[in-house]
């Protein structure tokens, strides 16, 4: 099967394009740097051409309102490209509870993207996974100092992208769920004590201060981003993964 992987030389995409290669598929990887320009269409049809899946995980290179602009032009590109090319399946990746935080541009940005998905003319698969474990230094970052990291006590369950990367290619490889795929990890942290776990396992004596109005996250309340009971729970545990990853 040919696939054409859009944002195919990130983090997950690179990973999806070894996985289905590794399978027997033929897997093309799409971003900026093979000629594939999501916003201004130009080398999306060369790049569809003959594929029988699109599997898109290109991300907005901001997180704010322009987000919002990104996934609406991108979206509606590639659903047009995919149309001529004769697609018969196109796969998102997107965020558990997404359209249960309204106030982060980004959430609002992500479900839009579903939207046009779901009103396209092709057949399609949306993979609403949880917070990446490889993202929690950044996460970190945005409201740390050289002694302190302020993190509020939001609820999460996060995963290994190697575990969504296992979600989006057999869901790729397998016929339209004309729906949605709720993935996520096996553990539910606050994200406060999952920054002071992260801290102790990296050996960095910073001290985390539960601050509920810090960072992204401040503006997820209750179990707004926790997977629900219909959930695939991936096999990672957070506390093994970090073990590994130092």
Known sequence: MKLTVIGGTGLIGSQVVQKLTAAGHEAVPAALSTGVDLITGKGLDQALEGAEVVVNVANSPTFDEASLDFFRTSMTNLLAAGERAGVRHQVILSIVGVDQVPELDYYRAKTLQEDLLRQGPTPYSIVRATQFFEFMNATMSWTSDDTTVRLPATRIQPMATADIVDEVVDVAIGSPLNGIRNIAGPDVF?????????????????????????????????????????????????????????
Do not use: C, E, M
């Open 190 to 246: 606050a994200l406060d004590d999952l920054g002071r776990l992260t801290l102790a396992a990296q050996h960095d004596n910073r001290t985390v201060v539960t601050d509920d109005k810090a960072g992204l996250f401040a503006a997820v309340t209750g179990d707004a981003i926790i997977a629900g009971p219909d959930a695939h729970l991936a096999p990672t545990h957070y506390q093994d993964w970090i073990k590994s990853a130092r």
